[in-house]
C-alpha cells in the first residue's frame, strides 16, 4: 500500500510562505514524510528556484504546475501523475493544499491506515465535526476526477465526487491542524487531541528511505518533474 502526498501551492508565494521557521511546503513535506506518505510531490511554480531551495534535502519531488485553465482539478490530477510516474505503485494520494501547514504526522499515519481499511473511499479528516485536509483520493478515482468541471474550488470538486456516487467516510482524528491553516499561528492552534481510538491496521514503516541517507551524508535538491505540456 502506497499513499502519495501532493502538496498543491496555488501561489509561489503560498509554497514559501513561513510557518514555524520553515516555508510552508517544507514544512508539510516533513510531516508527510514522518507520517508515511510516499512519494511526496510538490506542485508549484518556482520561476526563481525559490521552492527548489526550500525543499533542498528533503524527499520531495518538484512538479511544475498544469496549464491554469485546467483549474484546481488539473492541479490535483498533475500531482497524481507526477506521484505515480515516481512511485508506479502508487495508489492513493493525500490532496494537501500548501497553507494546511500544521497537520499532525499522526493524522498522515492514521488515514493511510484507514485507506488499508477502506480502499475505495474517498477519506476526510474532520476536526469537531469540521471537515479539513488533506484529503485521501484512491488513485482509481483518477477518472472520476477527470471528469469533474476544472473551475470548480477544491471543497466543490470533493462535493462532486460524493454527488457522482463516490463513498466519503469522514475521520474524527482530533488534529486541529486539519481545519486550522497558516493564518493561525502555531501557538494559537487548539491542543491536539490524536484519534479517539486506533483507526485500525498496522503503522506504516514511515521514512524508511532515511537510511539511505547518513546524517552526514551531503544535502540534495529535490527532484524535478518533467512538465507536462498543453
Do not use: F
Amino acid at each position: 500500500m502506497t499513499v502519495a502526498a501532493v502538496v498543491l501551492a496555488a501561489s509561489v508565494e503560498s509554497a514559501v510562505a513561513e510557518a514555524a521557521g520553515r516555508a510552508a511546503v517544507r514544512r508539510i513535506s516533513e510531516s508527510a514524510w514522518a507520517g508515511g506518505a510516499v512519494p511526496i510531490v510538490v506542485v508549484s511554480a518556482d520561476q526563481d528556484g525559490v521552492v527548489a531551495a526550500a525543499l533542498a534535502g528533503s524527499e520531495a519531488v518538484l512538479a511544475e504546475p498544469a496549464p491554469e485553465g485546467h483549474g484546481p482539478v488539473g492541479q490535483m490530477l498533475r500531482g497524481i501523475a507526477v506521484a505515480r510516474q515516481a512511485v508506479s505503485d502508487t495508489d492513493a494520494a493525500l490532496l494537501w493544499p500548501a497553507g494546511m501547514v500544521w497537520v499532525d504526522a499522526e493524522t498522515v499515519t492514521s488515514l493511510i491506515q484507514a485507506h488499508g481499511l477502506e480502499p475505495d473511499a474517498v477519506l476526510r479528516p474532520t476536526w469537531q465535526g469540521e471537515q479539513g485536509w488533506p484529503i485521501l483520493v484512491p488513485v482509481a478515482l483518477q477518472g472520476a476526477l477527470e471528469s469533474l468541471d476544472p473551475g470548480r474550488l477544491p471543497n466543490e470538486l470533493i462535493d462532486d465526487l460524493e454527488t457522482a456516487g463516490v463513498p466519503l467516510h469522514l475521520l474524527d482524528l482530533g488534529d486541529p491542524g486539519v481545519t486550522y491553516g497558516r493564518d493561525t499561528a502555531m501557538g494559537s492552534l487548539p491542543e491536539y487531541e490524536g484519534p479517539a481510538q486506533p483507526v485500525g491496521g498496522h503503522p506504516p514503516e514511515w521514512g524508511a528511505a532515511a537510511a539511505d541517507h547518513p546524517d552526514d551524508s551531503p544535502l540534495q535538491g529535490p527532484s524535478l518533474a518533467p512538465y507536462e505540456q498543453a
